[in-house]
């Protein structure tokens, strides 16, 4: 039989005098560990429902690597590069992507009878992948985008609609700058996205890819780039070298030269500040651990006092002080254990309602969401609860040595 076990439990199961003075101090520990376990789960999960959130929406602009022209790298200019059904084969092959598609980007004006206002065309061509769109997908429809044929539809942001007080239906003008031209082409709305990324609402619509190599002048076979889907985003590193390996430093056709680039470097002050996020994330579970230590601590010392006549008694019966701090120690291990079950469900209750109920919302002009994104991860909650338990125990380890100082003789008369 463990005695310090058995004795632990009955301890925690007598009732007694429920005007003892460890009653609220056993009560505030438990609230004390509950709070810091719930706020360290809501914590991990707002940040890693954002984080994800944020990553996802700039991988549905740039996909998770871009294969361009070298030229293209430094340049706010796009510059061609030959990327045929001989090319998307090659790459399709690499180990570990999944999917491959074309683009190819111009500029021009929208001008309406009001306002005009300089975008992004991004052309793109069947193969697109247009989940993340019809997601994003506001108003109207998503057009029929061809590489054979120019189709003059567009796929508007809710921004550039807004400022050009467009709807779907609607028809408006587009001019194109050239070295020796101006090029007019009338494009009807066909739709209308929302994505809340305020850097690519502003600049990005959408046509199809044919449309916008012949504004381009670019020959047979040419776009700005391809976009390039991985089977696993955890390996996209490894991937990413593969293409370096057998893409980069290359030439096609017209002797233009292979380069490519992750989402990562594509954007990296993105990236960066979500990294940043990190750190606060490390500083709350910080606080809230230390929280509950302090609170399990100083509950812990009360117990010790109230119980001082008790460890006389086992002192005087031959009970080891290292037998009385194992006591004492399991008697925390209870507190702290219904106070992470009570963390638990505050916690993730919480989470679960604003994921299925989105009852905090937020400004996407500066938080890109319209609220705030949550993502509970069983395992890393799993993880909290045992880190916590670990450590608030832990530090309970020296105040418990208190129970060595006490002389049974004395302790006994204690009250």
């Known amino acids: 039989m463990n005695l310090p076990l058995f004795i632990a439990r009955r301890i925690y199961s007598d009732q007694g005098d429920r005007r003892k003075v460890s009653r ?20 991990v999960s707002v940040v890693l429902g954002f984080k994800h959130t944020i990553r996802d ?7 998770h690597i871009q294969v361009m022209n070298i030229l293209s790298m430094n340049s706010v200019e796009s510059f061609p590069i030959c990327i045929d059904d001989s090319v998307i084969k090659v790459i399709s092959g690499i180990e570990g992507i ?20 300089g975008v992004a065309f991004k052309g793109i061509g069947p193969e697109y992948n247009l989940d993340y769109l019809k997601e994003n997908l ?43 031209d101006v090029r007019t082409r009338r494009f009807t709305v066909e739709g209308i996205y929302q994505t809340n990324m305020t850097r690519f609402d502003e600049a990005i619509c959408y046509t199809d890819i044919y449309t916008a190599n012949k504004l381009n002048g670019w020959f047979e ?19 990413y070298i593969n293409i370096i390996n057998k893409v980069n430093r290359t030439q096609d056709r ?95 209750g919480l989470v679960l309602l604003q994921q299925y109920t989105g009852l905090v919302t937020l400004d996407p002009q500066t938080y890109y969401v319209s609220e705030a994104p949550v993502e509970l991860d069983i395992p890393i909650t799993i993880l909290l609860n045992v880190a916590t338990l670990i450590v608030s125990i832990s530090v309970l380890i020296i105040p418990s040595f208190f129970i060595s100082h006490i002389h049974p003789a004395k302790s006994m008369r204690y009250e």
């Not at 500083?283 to 302090?294: E, N, P, V």
Request: charged share 20%.
């Open 57 to 63: 929406k700039a991988i549905g602009f740039a996909s």
């Open 24 to 43: 609220p101090a056993i009560r505030i520990a438990t609230i004390g560990v509950a709070i810091g376990l719930a706020v360290m789960i809501i914590t």
């Open 138 to 180: 506001v108003e109207g429809q998503i057009p029929v985008f061809s590489d054979t044929v120019g189709s003059n539809r567009l796929l508007l942001s809710r921004i550039m609609a807004d400022k050009l007080k467009l709807k779907a239906g609607d028809r408006v003008f587009a001019y194109f700058i050239g070295d020796r």
């Open 98 to 117: 999944k999917h491959v598609q074309r683009y190819a980007l111009t500029r021009g004006i929208l001008k309406t009878d009001d306002d005009f206002l």
């Open 221 to 239: 076979g040419q776009c700005s780039g391809a976009e390039l889907t991985v089977k696993d985003f955890d390996r996209l590193d490894d991937t």
């Open 254 to 348: 017209y002797h233009s030269i292979f380069s490519s680039q992750t989402v990562y470097e594509a954007y990296p002050q993105l990236f960066t500040w979500l990294e940043l996020l990190d750190i606060n994330v490390w500083i709350i579970l910080g606080l809230m651990i230390c929280l509950a230590g302090i609170t399990m601590t100083s509950g812990l010392l009360i117990i010790i006092l109230e119980r001082t006549s008790m460890i006389g008694v086992l002192k005087a019966i031959g009970s080891r002080n290292r037998t009385i701090r194992h006591t004492f120690l399991w008697f925390s291990a209870f507190i702290i254990s219904r106070g992470l079950l009570l963390g638990d469900i505050l916690g993730i």
